[in-house]
C-alpha cells in the first residue's frame, strides 16, 4: 500500500522539491510550523526511522544538516530543528525546521500555508542550497523528484 509520500514522490499528487538523491527527497509540508518548514523522506517507505539500515538513516540526518544550514541562511533564523515523530504518516519523514524560537519546534503549531507562501518559501530555500554547492542534488524542476 502506497503512503501519500510515495504519491508525492512519484508525482501522482503534488509537492514542492528542494532535494533529491538516491536515497531521499525533501519537499516542503502544506502545513508548516514556519516558513521554510520541509520534510526529508527517504525514496524507500520505512514505517518508523527506527525501521530504515544505519545507513539510510545516517544519509538522512546529513541531509536534514545541509538544508538546516540553507534554511538558517534563507530564512535569517538562529537555529533549525529537527523533529522525527511519524504518527501521521506510516513513512519515514524528518521533520527540518527553520527557528526563530522555541515554540516553532511544536508540530501542534503547524498551519496550512498559501500556495503563494510555500511557492516563495522553497525558492529562497531552493536558492540557499545551490549558493551553498547543492546544486547537483537541487531538482531542476521545484514540482518534480526527478534526479538531473
Known amino acids: 500500500m502506497s503512503t501519500v509520500f510515495d504519491n508525492i ?21 502544506i502545513e508548516p510550523t514556519s516558513p521554510g518548514h520541509v ?8 514505517e518508523a526511522w527506527t525501521d530504515a539500515p544505519s545507513d539510510v538513516a545516517a544519509h538522512l540526518m546529513k541531509v536534514a ?4 544550514l540553507a534554511q538558517k541562511s534563507a ?13 501521521e504518516v506510516p513513512h519515514t519523514h524528518l521533520h527540518v525546521i527553520p527557528l526563530r524560537d522555541e515554540s ?4 501542534s503549531k503547524a498551519a496550512p500555508a498559501t500556495d503563494e507562501e510555500l511557492d516563495s ?4 530555500l531552493r536558492q540557499a542550497l545551490l ?13 518534480s523528484a526527478a534526479l538531473a
Not at 530564512?75 to 504518527?87: E, S
Not at 516553532?104 to 508540530?107: A, F, N
Not at 518559501?121 to 529562497?124: G, K, R, S, Y
Request: hydrophobic residues 50%; proline residues 7%; glycine residues 12%.
Open 121 to 124: 518559501a522553497m525558492t529562497a
Open 9 to 29: 514522490i512519484t508525482g501522482v499528487w503534488p509537492g514542492r522539491f528542494v532535494w533529491a538523491d538516491d536515497l531521499c527527497v525533501a519537499f516542503a509540508t
Open 131 to 143: 549558493s551553498a554547492g547543492h546544486g547537483a542534488h537541487v531538482p531542476p524542476s521545484m514540482g
Open 104 to 107: 516553532d519546534v511544536s508540530l
Open 65 to 68: 544538516r545541509a538544508i538546516g
Open 75 to 87: 530564512f535569517d533564523v538562529p537555529r533549525a530543528g529537527l523533529v522525527i515523530a511519524g504518527f
Open 39 to 46: 520534510l526529508v523522506v527517504p525514496r524507500t517507505s520505512y
